[in-house]
């Protein structure tokens, strides 16, 4: 077998027995043992005998063979003892991926479960199941009271599963029952109405709406497209009845619903759907306020500004406050947020952490997290944790709302990945990882105020899988010859560990990340991983525009798309490159992205056309003026343009002109680097019609150019096997132009 890191080194040095063929066979293998490694995405701490503790989590992972995700839980039980954390006892993975949610009562004595099935027929089922401590007590199929469509699974936007504090009722979203349609001519006889019917409103429910059958029905975008309208919805555990709140505003769509102190209400976010919806995912600058729906009053009020775009609203402990996330309506598509407190007993509003404009050096630089962990405050009620992008980092943040300090929970060099899971007790359960590291459980208990950077980690599995044959740092970078801050930027740079074992440098690819306004954590990360495992550094350029820099650097980029994040991605390339410490080989060097890091790289093999060797573009944005009527963000076209938007607008020739120059189409007669594009046949973000252009365009001009196409995939090109095949293709195109 191929040693992983020396694969690529060994075809650039002409190896016995080394062919391209083995190399891809045996990065089939590196992929496949990547692969297998979980990710956390959610954990849950209780209360278990003996006055032990639990950590139950939940973790994803890829099944190569089935070419499906799978999900399944763990469970830790721990002790304290002295200030130190013990683990008593683990249990073996359980495969919970047929369970949309699950979740423990307030009390500990119940446990409710919404399970997905199909019947024999095909036709899918949804049921809530209740267990007690011995066995499962009520199990009820949600769907067949015709209440409501199906459940929302946690989305990220609009689902919620909450438990009432009695133990009583379930809290959750929906999508609203829609009337049956049928068509003019549809023959099937209609349903007997009683002749006492006073008018049509009379008539049975289950009587179709002729010639509706096909009316176009909004949804929320990108990978949200099953959902159109969501309803809040009761459970009575007793009754087993259902009931659909009403008196929810009926220009906003309910989600991320909470449970108002003594139940008395329900608080929820509402996003704004008038005139009509715009993607959702990876937005935080939708319209939207928290509103609080009365129960006993039947009355529904915004208690939040309804002029601006918030989320993620989580009560204290003893429900006197609340905090969410805040941002303007339009602008930077991710951009930093302020975290505000509702005081429920004086209704007053405050703003605990403001925008950072500009930090200096490794200061705090504002808070860029899409949402807060659904448990995150300490138990005195004064401090909120979190995860937020820091730099080329994720942190754990902890915020307290009397004072507005903000200091870091984590800072460590080894590792660059932390994110919270949940806040019991004190107790805090996170998991962390870096480059070169899976994802590991750790567990912590929050030190007194001011005295967070004391706390101690204990890992629940024992120590970390470290990578060794993978190497990382994070490179700074400044574009400014004075020093200023607004030229700096990062990026993190992952090498093979072959030092020793090869004078061979290795090839380079440059990989600049999507949004523009995202950011590459220092994470494990399974297509670096891969690519440097198989020979290659890998070069993930957080350029300017990047989130956990400061809003400044946000801001930066709007109208300059195409320019200075080009021109930042390249210096970075050509500062590697180029390096006196001769870090890679410097005529091998290789770029590929997705969404806009397509974008990028689009931009890139045109307006650098003999620098890199061979380019790979997932979904890219290739047109910006043909984009702007296809896409479901069209006000990214705008904002990325620096033109202003709004829900009436309509396109004129200056903003194509714009739109036009700053396109990487523009450049295609200068393209003359071999092209691999991959595409999802059903992306709504980036239309497919935009990887054709290229390919086209590429073709007709005589440029190399190989065009895949994975049918039922979206904009992330996520699914199991369209991601490893993705994979896979991308490293042949770069093994094949070495």
């Given at each position: 077998?191929?040693?992983?890191?020396?694969?690529?080194?060994?075809l650039?040095?002409?190896?016995?027995?080394?062919?391209e063929?083995?190399?891809?066979e045996?990065?089939?293998?590196?992929?496949?043992?990547?692969?297998?490694?979980?990710?956390?995405?959610?954990?849950?701490l209780?209360?278990?005998?003996?006055?032990?503790?639990?950590?139950?989590?939940?973790?994803?992972?890829?099944d190569?063979?089935?070419?499906e995700?799978?999900?399944?839980?763990?469970?830790?039980?721990?002790s304290?003892?002295?200030?130190?954390?013990?683990?008593?006892?683990?249990?073996?993975?359980?495969?919970?991926?047929t369970?949309?949610?699950?979740?423990?009562?307030?009390?500990?004595?119940?446990?409710?479960?919404?399970r997905?099935?199909?019947?024999?027929?095909?036709d899918?089922?949804?049921?809530?199941?209740?267990?007690?401590?011995?066995?499962?007590?009520?199990?009820?199929d949600?769907?067949?009271?015709?209440k409501?469509?199906?459940?929302?699974?946690?989305?990220?936007?609009?689902?919620?599963?909450?438990?009432?504090?009695?133990?009583?009722?379930?809290?959750?979203?929906?999508?609203?029952?829609?009337?049956?349609?049928?068509?003019?001519?549809?023959?099937?006889?209609?349903?007997?109405?009683?002749?006492?019917?006073?008018?049509?409103?009379?008539?049975?429910?289950?009587?179709?709406?002729k010639?509706?059958?096909?009316?176009?029905?909004?949804?929320?975008?990108?990978?949200?497209?099953?959902?159109?309208?969501p309803?809040?919805?009761?459970?009575?555990?007793?009754?087993?009845?259902?009931?659909?709140?009403?008196?929810?505003p009926?220009?906003?769509?309910p989600?991320q619903?909470?449970?108002?102190?003594?139940?008395?209400g329900?608080?929820?976010?509402?996003?704004?759907?008038?005139?009509?919806r715009?993607?959702?995912?990876?937005c935080?600058q939708r319209?939207?306020?928290?509103?609080?729906?009365?129960?006993?009053?039947?009355?529904?009020?915004?208690i939040?500004?309804?002029?601006?775009?918030?989320?993620?609203p989580?009560?204290?402990p003893?429900?006197?406050?609340?905090?969410?996330?805040?941002?303007?309506?339009?602008?930077?598509?991710?951009?930093?947020?302020k975290?505000?407190?509702?005081?429920?007993?004086?209704?007053?509003?405050?703003?605990v952490?403001?925008?950072v404009?500009?930090?200096?050096?490794?200061?705090?630089?504002?808070?860029?997290?899409?949402?807060?962990?659904?448990?995150c405050?300490?138990?005195?009620?004064?401090?909120?944790?979190?995860?937020?992008?820091w730099?080329?980092?994720?942190?754990?943040?902890?915020v307290?709302?009397?004072t507005?300090?903000?200091?870091?929970?984590?800072?460590?060099?080894?590792?660059?990945?932390?994110?919270v899971?949940?806040?019991?007790?004190?107790?805090?359960?996170?998991?962390?990882?870096a480059?070169?590291?899976?994802?590991?459980?750790?567990?912590?208990?929050?030190?007194?105020?001011?005295?967070?950077?004391?706390?101690q980690?204990?890992k629940?599995?024992?120590?970390?899988?470290?990578?060794?044959?993978?190497?990382w740092?994070?490179?700074?970078?400044?574009?400014?010859?004075?020093?200023?801050?607004?030229?700096?930027?990062?990026?993190?740079?992952?090498?093979?560990?072959?030092?020793?074992?090869?004078?061979?440098?290795p090839?380079?690819?440059?990989?600049?990340?999507?949004?523009?306004?995202?950011?590459?954590?220092?994470?494990f990360?399974l297509?670096?991983?891969?690519?440097?495992?198989?020979?290659?550094?890998?070069l993930?350029?957080?350029?300017?525009g990047?989130?956990?820099?400061?809003?400044?650097?946000?801001?930066?980029?709007?109208?300059?798309?195409?320019?200075?994040?080009?021109?930042?991605?390249?210096?970075?390339?050509?500062?590697?490159?180029?390096?006196?410490?001769?870090?890679?080989?410097?005529?091998?060097?290789f770029i590929?992205?997705?969404?806009?890091?397509?974008?990028?790289?689009?931009?890139?093999?045109?307006?650098?056309?003999?620098?890199?060797?061979?380019?790979?573009?997932?979904?890219p944005?290739?047109?910006?003026a043909?984009?702007l009527?296809?896409?479901?963000?069209?006000?990214?076209?705008?904002?990325?343009?620096?033109?202003?938007?709004?829900?009436?607008v309509?396109?004129?020739?200056?903003?194509?002109?714009?739109?036009?120059?700053r396109?990487?189409?523009?450049?295609?007669?200068?393209?003359?680097?071999?092209?691999?594009?991959?595409?999802?046949?059903?992306d709504?973000?980036?239309?497919?019609?935009?990887?054709?252009q290229?390919h086209?365009?590429l073709?007709?001009r005589?440029?190399?150019?190989?065009?895949?196409v994975?049918?039922?995939?979206s904009?992330?090109?996520?699914?199991?096997?369209?991601?490893?095949?993705s994979?896979?293709?991308i490293?042949?195109?770069?093994v094949?132009?070495?």
């Amino acid at each position: 077998m191929i040693s992983g890191c020396r694969l690529v080194s060994r075809l650039m040095s002409n190896m016995a027995g080394c062919t391209e063929r083995k190399v891809i066979e045996e990065a089939v293998n590196i992929y496949r043992n990547c692969a297998r490694f979980p990710v956390a995405v959610g954990a849950r701490l209780g209360n278990a005998q003996g006055g032990h503790l639990s950590v139950n989590s939940e973790w994803t992972q890829r099944d190569i063979e089935r070419f499906e995700k799978v999900k399944f839980a763990r469970n830790h039980l721990v002790s304290q003892q002295d200030g130190k954390i013990n683990v008593v006892a683990a249990s073996g993975p359980a495969d919970t991926s047929t369970e949309l949610w699950s979740k423990d009562s307030p009390s500990g004595n119940l446990k409710a479960v919404v399970r997905a099935s199909k019947t024999k027929k095909g036709d899918e089922k949804q049921f809530i199941e209740v267990w007690c401590k011995s066995h499962k007590a009520k199990n009820i199929d949600v769907l067949a009271q015709e209440k409501h469509g199906k459940i929302y699974e946690a989305d990220g936007n609009f689902g919620s599963f909450e438990w009432s504090s009695s133990d009583g009722h379930l809290l959750y979203v929906a999508e609203k029952k829609q009337p049956k349609a049928a068509a003019y001519f549809d023959n099937k006889p209609s349903k007997a109405v009683s002749d006492d019917a006073e008018d049509d409103s009379k008539k049975s429910e289950d009587e179709p709406v002729k010639g509706d059958e096909f009316v176009y029905r909004e949804d929320w975008g990108e990978v949200l497209t099953p959902k159109h309208h969501p309803v809040l919805c009761i459970l009575d555990i007793d009754t087993g009845d259902i009931s659909v709140l009403e008196n929810v505003p009926g220009n906003v769509s309910p989600g991320q619903a909470i449970w108002a102190p003594d139940d008395a209400g329900v608080v929820f976010v509402g996003y704004t759907h008038e005139p009509y919806r715009l993607g959702l995912v990876a937005c935080t600058q939708r319209k939207s306020a928290i509103y609080y729906l009365d129960l006993q009053a039947a009355t529904c009020n915004a208690i939040s500004a309804e002029d601006q775009s918030v989320r993620s609203p989580i009560f204290s402990p003893d429900k006197t406050q609340l905090v969410y996330l805040e941002n303007r309506v339009w602008g930077p598509h991710m951009m930093c947020s302020k975290l505000v407190k509702f005081d429920w007993i004086s209704k007053e509003t405050t703003t605990v952490v403001d925008i950072v404009k500009q930090p200096k050096d490794d200061e705090f630089p504002g808070i860029y997290t899409v949402s807060l962990p659904n448990r995150c405050w300490s138990a005195d009620n004064t401090r909120v944790i979190f995860s937020s992008q820091w730099r080329s980092k994720q942190e754990i943040v902890v915020v307290n709302t009397d004072t507005n300090a903000v200091s870091r929970l984590t800072n460590d060099n080894k590792t660059g990945f932390w994110m919270v899971l949940d806040v019991h007790g004190d107790l805090v359960v996170a998991a962390n990882g870096a480059p070169n590291q899976p994802h590991s459980l750790v567990l912590g208990k929050l030190p007194a105020a001011g005295e967070e950077a004391n706390i101690q980690w204990t890992k629940l599995d024992g120590d970390s899988i470290v990578q060794d044959d993978i190497i990382w740092k994070i490179i700074k970078h400044n574009r400014s010859l004075d020093g200023d801050v607004t030229g700096e930027f990062e990026s993190v740079l992952l090498q093979p560990n072959t030092a020793s074992s090869t004078s061979e440098k290795p090839p380079l690819i440059v990989l600049p990340h999507g949004g523009p306004h995202s950011a590459f954590p220092s994470d494990f990360l399974l297509f670096p991983a891969v690519f440097c495992k198989c020979g290659f550094a890998v070069l993930l350029v957080n350029y300017r525009g990047s989130t956990g820099f400061g809003q400044d650097c946000v801001d930066s980029l709007p109208g300059n798309i195409g320019t200075e994040d080009v021109s930042d991605v390249q210096f970075a390339a050509e500062a590697i490159a180029e390096s006196a410490f001769n870090l890679v080989d410097k005529s091998k060097v290789f770029i590929t992205g997705g969404s806009h890091g397509g974008f990028l790289t689009a931009h890139l093999i045109g307006q650098y056309p003999d620098f890199y060797k061979a380019a790979a573009l997932r979904n890219p944005v290739i047109n910006m003026a043909s984009m702007l009527g296809t896409t479901d963000i069209p006000d990214w076209t705008y904002c990325e343009c620096a033109k202003d938007f709004s829900m009436t607008v309509v396109p004129d020739a200056a903003f194509y002109e714009a739109a036009i120059s700053r396109s990487p189409i523009r450049y295609v007669d200068q393209v003359k680097t071999p092209a691999l594009i991959m595409i999802g046949a059903n992306d709504l973000r980036v239309p497919p019609k935009q990887g054709h252009q290229f390919h086209k365009a590429l073709k007709s001009r005589g440029v190399p150019v190989r065009l895949i196409v994975y049918p039922d995939n979206s904009h992330p090109l996520n699914k199991v096997d369209a991601e490893a095949d993705s994979c896979m293709n991308i490293l042949k195109w770069f093994v094949d132009h070495l």
